[in-house]
């Protein structure tokens, strides 16, 4: 049984921050119903790569759902809508705010419809704010939160983040808020309204970094993979590739000097982190001069048995060979109509939760069965579907 067995989430989210974030609750074990419009989710048909017409990059984010076309623009497809809110725990939207209103799915309608009911919904900005009302997505994100302007070489242009951490962070904060409010509810018998955005988010993950300037007024430069305070904390180039080399602590330093063959006497000369911060050049010009001599497989070994925090740069093609994530099953394969595919798996492992993988649905695969679910007669259903209130990939 997964951890979230008997919750039921209506997910009207699309693109990246919702999905990814009802895929978590997917894994976990909650129904995740993918509330769909005729055309579906436009990731669908993102280029480049595509297993039986349908674009992989939906695949990532859209495991363990069931999907259900609704036209919730007609009366007949709302009113269908009203009618599963009363059977779920949760809706879960990524609209821009002022959506759901406009459509009548927002909190405040359907907390009159079933009470109990949790809305959580993932913005760019927030609600209640100046910016509430812009459309965003994450690189805009990136750019307003300061964490943009932070990422890259000194004196070069900045970059965004390799991963679009202002989606996925949103999309975590949202599965913590709704975990939260569903302990809430068992307390107070009630819902309510979760609302995450992804500035709010991005700027929390300043971590040290904001309270630093909110302490000193000094805003940070861009330090590459250099770390503000810790060196060398950082990658150097080798002979091919490069390595990421952590000295957080001083015997991290004394440690690493040994594995390389700088001498004791150097060692000690920087030998306290006030010191290593007080000289950063010289000691990265060191290390670095060190390491250029051999190549970054024989620097990872020496240092893995000194006991020295480091880790190859790999492209994603020797990061997926890491042995530790073919143990741990982060990397899973699903049947897609006959032909395998394979996806990430979820890190979170449970020791008595059953956890299962299921294939990125069909666009409206399931609306027959989930409205079966909650009482509807076929001749309900037919009486919907030709009106176009809603839509069943099957009979297509």
């Known amino acids: 049984m997964g951890a979230l067995e008997n919750i039921r989430v209506l997910d009207l989210s699309t693109m990246l921050s919702g999905p990814f974030g009802s895929q978590m609750l997917g894994d976990l074990g909650a129904e995740v119903i993918k509330i769909e419009t005729p055309s579906g989710d436009g990731t669908r048909i993102y280029q480049p790569h595509f297993s039986k017409g349908t674009s992989m990059y939906f695949m990532a ?23 599963l809110v009363k059977t779920a725990d949760v809706v879960w939207d990524n609209f821009r705010p002022g959506i759901t209103k406009k459509l009548g799915i927002d909190y405040e309608t359907l907390k009159t419809i079933n009470p109990s009911i949790i809305c959580a919904s993932i913005t760019g900005f927030g609600t209640g704010n100046p910016y509430g009302n812009r459309p965003s997505y994450d690189l805009c994100v990136q750019a307003e939160s300061g964490v943009l302007a932070m990422t890259g070489e000194k ?16 999309g975590w904060y949202a599965v913590v808020g709704v975990l939260a409010a569903i302990i809430e509810r068992e307390r107070t018998g009630k819902g309510q309204f979760v609302d995450v955005g992804m500035l709010d988010t991005l700027v929390s ?3 040290y970094e904001g309270v630093y300037y909110l302490f000193s007024g000094i805003v940070p430069e861009r330090l590459g993979t250099a770390h503000r305070n810790t060196v060398p904390y950082q990658t150097f180039r080798t002979k091919d590739i490069d390595i990421a080399i952590v000295c957080g602590l001083d015997k991290f330093w004394f440690a690493l000097c040994k594995a390389i063959g700088i001498d004791e006497a150097t060692a000690e000369k920087y030998g306290t982190m006030k010191l290593r911060y007080d000289f950063r050049e010289e000691v990265v010009n060191m290390v670095q001069n060190v390491l250029l001599t051999d190549v970054a497989e024989n620097w990872v070994k020496k240092l893995d048995e000194a006991g020295v925090p480091c880790g190859a740069v790999n492209p994603l093609d020797r990061a997926f060979e890491n042995p530790a994530l073919k143990e741990r099953d982060m990397v899973i394969s699903v049947d897609n109509q006959g032909e395998t595919i394979r996806l990430i798996g979820n890190p979170i492992k449970m020791s008595a939760s059953k956890q299962e993988y299921a294939c990125p649905p069909q666009l409206g695969e399931h609306t027959v069965e989930v409205f079966k679910s909650i009482g509807y007669t076929d001749e309900k259903i037919k009486s919907l579907e030709e009106c176009g209130a809603i839509e069943d990939s099957k009979k297509k």
């Not at 984010?61 to 009203?82: C, D, P």
Request: glycine share 14%; net charge positive; no cysteine.
């Open 61 to 83: 984010y859209n495991r363990n759902k069931k999907s259900v076309v609704i036209n919730l623009k007609t009366a007949e497809g709302k009113q269908a809508f009203y009618d």
């Open 155 to 170: 004196d070069r242009p900045a970059v965004k983040l390799g991963v679009p951490m202002g989606d996925l962070g949103g």
């Open 205 to 207: 993950l300043h971590g």
